[in-house]
Structure formats: C-alpha cells, structure tokens
C-alpha cells in the first residue's frame, strides 16, 4: 500500500498495532534548531536514524553528544544510528538549523540495551551488475553484526547504483512462515530520489493473482509491503534510495522466497547470493 507523502507533523507514519503490518513503527521526525522529540513506543524496539543535520541524543545510560554527518540529502554521507529498546524514553535534541530522522521499530516483548551504530558498524555490500539492470547498495545499519543485540528489527539503506534499473529483483516475498522456506517479515520503505524530483514505481502482487498492482513513488513516499511479490524499478536518469524496516515475527534472520517463474534469475545476478545471506 502505497502511503504518499504528508507532512506527518512528528505524528507515526505507521503506528503501533498497524492492521496491515502490526510488527513495523514508522515515524519521520522534523526538528528546528533546539527542538526536542522524545520517542517512547510501547511494545516495540527502534532505532534512530539521522536523514540530515545534527543530534544529540539520550536514552538510558547513553548519551551521543552529537551525531548525524549528512547536510543535504541521504548521499551526503554515510548512515548512523541508535538503537533504542522496548519501552524507554529516547530525548533526541537538534542540533543543526533544522534536521530530519528517521524512527524505525519491531514489535518486541524483551527490554536490551541501548548502542550506537557508527560509520564502522554499518555492514555494506553491493551486488548485481548494469548489464542485467539490477546493480545497488546496501547499508545494513541494523544487520548481522548486530545480530546479537537485536531482537526482531532489521534496518537498512539501499541505493540504486547507477541512473535507472531495478531492485528487489527478482521478486520475492516474505509473508509467510513456512520453516527454512520463508519467514513472515512485515516491511516498509520510505523513498529518496537524486535528482529529487525523479521517481520509480512499486510493484505489489499478491500470490495468488497473476496480475499485481503498480504504485508511482516520488520523493518521501512511504510503502506498505505485507504480503506478496514486491518488486520496483526507478526511472532512467535518476537515482533511488529506499529506507527499509523489516521486522520478524517469529525470527529477526530473514528467508526470501523467489517468485517462482522468476527464480532463475537469481543464478544469473552477480554478487545476489551473498546479498540474500547478510539479511540477518
């Protein structure tokens, strides 16, 4: 489901107990220079990912004087973040003439410890190639290395490399547990386009439909996926970037399952196979 953008007004995009996708929390936050926002979601583990400007940031026995390295757009620098548990209070200050964050959560019943992902904590990796239009990059803020101090949430940066192509190529799902087969992971994206005016197209279909149902994404649009293939492509001469929440509701490792008619193509993507295994 495709969420255009609004000003939001420091309000949830997708809040807690969503009918669609009850395990995600989004919030989009936008603060002037000495605004400070204190996020609580009960329920729910986050992290506190800084789009552009400054914060200082506190919640439990840690306090970040002063992150965020992005002045003009999510290509402006590379991605931090915090992770915030269950049920604590996070006081996040701007620091900067204005700033934007992003507020990202997994449903989950086990209060951890608050860390800071810094530069050396993201896990990058980079697959696919030009010639089969699928070439991009992600930043795993939230991943693997991570794994033992997370309960349910995964967060990550994903880049189209190059001007124009695909991604989450080819389609695939994840609205199902079926042992090592796949997970049930709801998801949602917020979408940047480089220039900002670009814009790309989102693809839904649900299993048991031969034809699925294609969403126009612009700048700051916000996608529901729940359940089907979920597939989508930005326009030649522009740049896209999606933030990508995934949280599990049986397990935080993440089993994608490969359209079938498509699946092939997963042999032929370089670089897809070592993607596919850092989801975790």
């Not at 034809?211 to 994404?217: D, L, T």
């Amino acid at each position: 489901m495709h969420i255009p953008p609004y000003n939001n007004k420091n309000e949830p995009i997708i809040n807690i107990d969503n009918h669609k996708v009850p395990l995600v929390y989004f919030n989009i936050i936008k603060l002037k220079k000495n605004e400070i926002y204190n996020s609580e979601v009960i329920g729910y583990e986050t992290c506190f990912v800084p789009v552009t400007g400054s914060f200082q940031i506190s919640v439990g026995n840690l306090n970040l004087e002063n992150i965020g390295n992005r002045n003009k757009n999510v290509w402006d620098g590379e991605p931090e973040g915090v992770y915030i548990p269950v049920n604590e209070v996070a006081e996040i200050k701007c620091l900067s003439e204005d700033a934007e964050g992003f507020i990202a959560g997994a449903k989950f019943d086990q209060k951890l410890k608050p860390f800071y992902i810094g530069n050396n904590d993201v896990d990058i990796v980079q697959y696919g190639s030009d010639d089969t239009k699928t070439h991009r990059k992600i930043k795993h803020i939230l991943g693997q290395k991570q794994a033992d101090k997370v309960g349910r949430l995964l967060v990550s940066e994903l880049y189209t490399v190059g001007q124009g192509g695909w991604s989450g190529f080819p389609p695939h799902k994840h609205d199902t547990d079926r042992n090592s087969v796949e997970t049930k992971h709801d998801e949602v994206y917020n979408f940047r386009f480089r220039p900002s005016n670009g814009f790309g197209m989102q693809l839904l279909q649900n299993s048991n439909k031969l034809v699925g149902e294609a969403s126009h994404i612009v700048e700051s649009s916000t996608f529901i996926v729940d359940k089907g293939y979920h597939p989508c492509v930005v326009a030649p001469g522009y740049e896209m970037y999606y933030f990508t929440i995934l949280a599990g509701k049986s397990q935080r490792p993440l089993i994608q399952y490969f359209q079938p008619e498509h699946a092939w193509q997963v042999e032929t993507i370089p670089g897809i196979k070592d993607m596919i295994a850092k989801f975790k």
